[in-house]
């Protein structure tokens, strides 16, 4: 194939591919649109383990004006956040002792007096009849709730007016909260008044393209302390490994993130399955337990050789049953699925390690391990916390109302590899792509099928091109034919000054012709003078009537020869001789003109050099013409006047 037809393929490929290639999804838009649509919002975390029942990496929050810096863990469940005030924060109304490390341990205080945008709604409940955060766990706080300003991460979107929750009490939130949820926060006694989550206004406002985020708490004893990560709609695919898996949201707002967890086995020094039967549980990161049936704790119990504290309420480890249980490398396998038997699943492992966590004062008197576990009073208790999200990737897309939950990679050094998730109201237009959370088994088709549309692009364009090009080929300009009607007319005699000759279109394209060699013509000089210096011509049949031409050759001083027309007389050998034509039977008579009609009085033509060199063509027909070159007669025509239009040549 031509280079060239390789070469404009490839060009025209190369201008077509970004008006309709791909994103990430494999939803073909035009690049335009990606370009100008909002991104998935990478929020840092602090860098900080901490926590009285951890440790847990927490992140970032600005609030107030001025800002203040203060950190929180991620809530999955809550719609609102919340901050430690610094008036009670850390007083003995809360402590019976004040901790020396209080204020650094509980995430920094936020001192809402110095704080001009801080504007107070009052003191609510966080739940109320058994409705509303963490309510099925029995949760009780009663805030000062207000609006203020927000600024997540070190450098991350911030927000007017956003519903803060003040916070004094050591439980059940030792450090404050991000809310990640969706729904509104409802103020009853205020008539009903519903403030906005943080997600939604940061979509309504364009800095992020949908109602998503995912979520991971992060783990301080893997690698060299790998800390949680938050995207707002995205996910980053080199933090877990990908699955088939997805699953519905439930319809309780409240506990939304339901999956249903078909089993739980063990592995250590011996081998047991710690749940057989499926249970509908929800996953929730506000809390850091694992809340199971009574039967499951007690399998957990005899698998770990663990036992609950009458007086903390908690499952204390002591440091020689803690040593144990690291050498054990115990691990604990979690099947979570969207159906309660086969279909699509996922594992989630959990090494001892993930429940090897430390609970401090207030929680208990001295720094102790504890085991986060506890049993569930009914199934509406369910619920996989906090630890189980050291090991799990948890994205969520309330748009779509899936949710992806996958295991977590680690890979030292993986670089990040981040996916924007669109909004469901662009899926079907020009800036839409496929969900990430729920659908990113999705992407590889994505990439088949956008390789599939490039290929045949190219193929298109190729093809094309070769077409177009065999069309140039067809219709390329090519030289007409000669017409033998012209060439053989009746009389065809070109005057040449050099040879003295005149040819018959007989010999036009022979040995004997203007383009033969001199030798040929020298030998024709020879034949024509040994047959008498006389030949008779053909007969051309014109109008009906024959008429007889004939030749006669003279010879002049230089001894060349001349020809002339029976009945014409001989003309000065210094000037070429006439040729008239008799057609149709009419007398055809030499021109005196001095100026050519219909000219307006034009000059005329420069006069031709006497005895000029030039060698007129022999294949120039005279038919048309207005007669010889003379030196008194301008040859310009009068068909085509100063005011006719002439065509251009396109």
Same mark, same amino acid.
């Given at each position: 194939?031509?280079?060239?037809?390789?070469?404009?393929?490839?060009?025209?490929?190369?201008?077509?591919?970004?008006?309709?290639?791909?994103?990430?999804?494999?939803?073909?838009?035009?690049?335009?649109?990606?370009?100008?649509?909002?991104?998935?919002?990478?929020?840092?975390?602090?860098?900080?383990?901490?926590?009285?029942?951890?440790?847990?990496?927490?992140?970032?929050?600005?609030?107030?004006?001025?800002?203040?810096?203060?950190?929180?863990?991620?809530?999955?469940?809550?719609?609102?956040?919340?901050?430690?005030?610094?008036?009670?924060?850390?007083?003995?109304?809360?402590?019976?002792?004040?901790?020396?490390?209080?204020?650094?341990?509980?995430?920094?205080?936020?001192?809402?007096?110095?704080?001009?945008?801080?504007?107070?709604?009052?003191?609510?409940?966080?739940?109320?009849?058994?409705?509303?955060?963490?309510?099925?766990?029995?949760?009780?706080?009663?805030?000062?709730?207000?609006?203020?300003?927000?600024?997540?991460?070190?450098?991350?979107?911030?927000?007017?007016?956003?519903?803060?929750?003040?916070?004094?009490?050591?439980?059940?939130?030792?450090?404050?909260?991000?809310?990640?949820?969706?729904?509104?926060?409802?103020?009853?006694?205020?008539?009903?008044?519903?403030?906005?989550?943080?997600?939604?206004?940061?979509?309504?406002?364009?800095?992020?393209?949908?109602?998503?985020?995912?979520?991971?708490?992060?783990?301080?004893?893997?690698?060299?302390?790998?800390?949680?990560?938050?995207?707002?709609?995205?996910?980053?695919?080199?933090?877990?490994?990908?699955?088939?898996?997805?699953?519905?949201?439930?319809?309780?707002?409240?506990?939304?993130?339901?999956?249903?967890?078909?089993?739980?086995?063990?592995?250590?020094?011996?081998?047991?399955?710690?749940?057989?039967?499926? +249970?509908?549980?929800?996953?929730?990161?506000?809390?850091?337990?694992?809340?199971?049936?009574?039967?499951?704790?007690?399998?957990?119990?005899?698998?770990?050789?663990?036992?609950?504290?009458?007086?903390?309420?908690?499952?204390?480890?002591?440091?020689?049953?803690?040593?144990?249980?690291?050498?054990?490398?115990?691990?604990?396998?979690?099947?979570?699925?969207?159906?309660?038997?086969?279909?699509?699943?996922?594992?989630?492992?959990?090494?001892?390690?993930?429940?090897?966590?430390?609970?401090?004062?207030?929680?208990?008197?001295?720094?102790?391990?504890?085991?986060?576990?506890?049993?569930?009073?009914?199934?509406?208790?369910?619920?996989?916390?906090?630890?189980?999200?050291?090991?799990?990737?948890?994205?969520?897309?309330?748009?779509?109302?899936?949710?992806?939950?996958?295991?977590?990679?680690?890979?030292?050094?993986?670089?990040?590899?981040?996916?924007?998730?669109?909004?469901?109201?662009?899926?079907?237009?020009?800036?839409?792509?496929?969900?990430?959370?729920?659908?990113?088994?999705?992407?590889?088709?994505? +990439?088949?099928?956008?390789?599939?549309?490039?290929?045949?692009?190219?193929?298109?364009?190729?093809?094309?091109?070769?077409?177009?090009?065999?069309?140039?080929?067809?219709?390329?300009?090519?030289?007409?034919?000669?017409?033998?009607?012209?060439?053989?007319?009746?009389?065809?005699?070109?005057?040449?000054?050099?040879?003295?000759?005149?040819?018959?279109?007989?010999?036009?394209?022979?040995?004997?012709?203007?383009?033969?060699?001199?030798?040929?013509?020298?030998?024709?000089?020879?034949?024509?003078?040994?047959?008498?210096?006389?030949?008779?011509?053909?007969?051309?049949?014109?109008?009906?009537?024959?008429?007889?031409?004939?030749?006669?050759?003279?010879?002049?001083?230089?001894?060349?020869?001349?020809?002339?027309?029976?009945?014409?007389?001989?003309?000065?050998?210094?000037?070429?001789?006439? +040729?008239?034509?008799?057609?149709?039977?009419?007398?055809?008579?030499?021109?005196?003109?001095?100026?050519?009609?219909?000219?307006?009085?034009?000059?005329?033509?420069?006069?031709?050099?006497?005895?000029?060199?030039?060698?007129?063509?022999?294949?120039?027909?005279?038919?048309?013409?207005?007669?010889?070159?003379?030196?008194?007669?301008?040859?310009?025509?009068?068909?085509?006047?100063?005011?006719?239009?002439?065509?251009?040549?396109?």
């Amino acid at each position: 194939m031509d280079f060239k037809i390789w070469r404009e393929a490839l060009l025209f490929t190369w201008m077509l591919l970004p008006l309709v290639s791909g994103d990430d999804k494999g939803t073909i838009t035009p690049l335009s649109k990606r370009e100008d649509s909002p991104k998935a919002v990478v929020i840092g975390p602090s860098e900080y383990f901490e926590g009285n029942d951890g440790p847990w990496s927490t992140f970032n929050l600005r609030v107030g004006t001025p800002e203040q810096d203060v950190r929180v863990i991620v809530s999955t469940a809550s719609p609102e956040s919340f901050v430690v005030i610094a008036d009670y924060g850390c007083s003995t109304s809360v402590f019976e002792t004040v901790p020396a490390n209080c204020a650094v341990s509980r995430g920094n205080l936020f001192n809402r007096n110095e704080s001009s945008s801080w504007h107070e709604l009052g003191f609510f409940g966080i739940n109320s009849d058994g409705v509303g955060l963490e309510a099925n766990l029995g949760y009780y706080q009663k805030p000062d709730f207000a609006t203020e300003r927000i600024g997540l991460g070190l450098t991350g979107p911030s927000l007017e007016n956003q519903t803060v929750a003040g916070i004094v009490d050591a439980e059940p939130f030792y450090l404050g909260l991000f809310g990640l949820n969706n729904q509104p926060v409802n103020f009853t006694s205020l008539g009903n008044f519903s403030s906005p989550s943080f997600l939604t206004t940061l979509k309504d406002r364009g800095f992020i393209p949908s109602l998503s985020w995912s979520y991971t708490a992060g783990a301080k004893y893997r690698l060299k302390q790998v800390y949680g990560q938050l995207i707002l709609s995205g996910y980053d695919t080199s933090r877990f490994t990908e699955n088939s898996a997805s699953f519905s949201m439930a319809g309780d707002v409240t506990r939304d993130l339901v999956v249903v967890l078909q089993s739980i086995s063990y592995s250590g020094t011996t081998s047991a399955t710690l749940l057989s039967d499926p +249970i509908d549980i929800f996953i929730d990161s506000t809390d850091p337990n694992l809340w199971l049936p009574g039967d499951v704790c007690d399998a957990f119990e005899q698998a770990f050789g663990i036992a609950i504290d009458d007086r903390t309420g908690l499952y204390i480890v002591n440091e020689t049953h803690h040593n144990t249980l690291l050498d054990s490398n115990a691990e604990v396998t979690f099947r979570l699925s969207d159906v309660t038997s086969g279909g699509e699943a996922v594992t989630i492992v959990l090494p001892y390690a993930a429940f090897d966590l430390t609970a401090e004062y207030p929680l208990v008197g001295n720094t102790s391990y504890y085991f986060p576990l506890k049993r569930a009073a009914n199934a509406t208790q369910y619920t996989l916390g906090r630890t189980f999200l050291q090991e799990a990737y948890l994205s969520a897309d309330y748009e779509r109302g899936v949710f992806n939950v996958s295991a977590c990679s680690w890979v030292a050094g993986a670089e990040a590899n981040v996916i924007t998730i669109s909004s469901k109201d662009s899926s079907n237009s020009a800036d839409g792509s496929s969900s990430g959370s729920g659908n990113r088994g999705g992407i590889i088709a994505g +990439i088949v099928i956008g390789a599939l549309v490039g290929a045949i692009l190219v193929v298109a364009a190729i093809i094309y091109l070769i077409r177009r090009e065999r069309k140039k080929k067809a219709y390329a300009a090519r030289d007409p034919a000669p017409d033998m009607d012209v060439l053989t007319g009746p009389v065809h005699n070109h005057h040449s000054i050099r040879t003295g000759k005149y040819y018959s279109p007989d010999t036009v394209g022979t040995s004997t012709d203007a383009g033969g060699s001199e030798g040929n013509r020298v030998s024709q000089e020879g034949a024509s003078n040994d047959s008498g210096n006389t030949c008779e011509s053909g007969q051309h049949e014109l109008d009906g009537r024959d008429t007889e031409v004939s030749q006669t050759t003279t010879s002049d001083e230089n001894g060349s020869n001349a020809h002339q027309l029976r009945g014409q007389s001989k003309q000065s050998n210094r000037e070429p001789t006439p +040729i008239y034509h008799e057609l149709a039977g009419r007398e055809v008579t030499k021109p005196a003109l001095s100026v050519v009609p219909g000219m307006g009085g034009l000059p005329l033509r420069r006069e031709r050099e006497e005895r000029d060199d030039h060698l007129d063509s022999a294949f120039v027909s005279t038919l048309g013409t207005l007669g010889w070159d003379d030196e008194r007669v301008d040859a310009s025509s009068n068909l085509v006047s100063p005011s006719t239009p002439v065509p251009r040549g396109d």
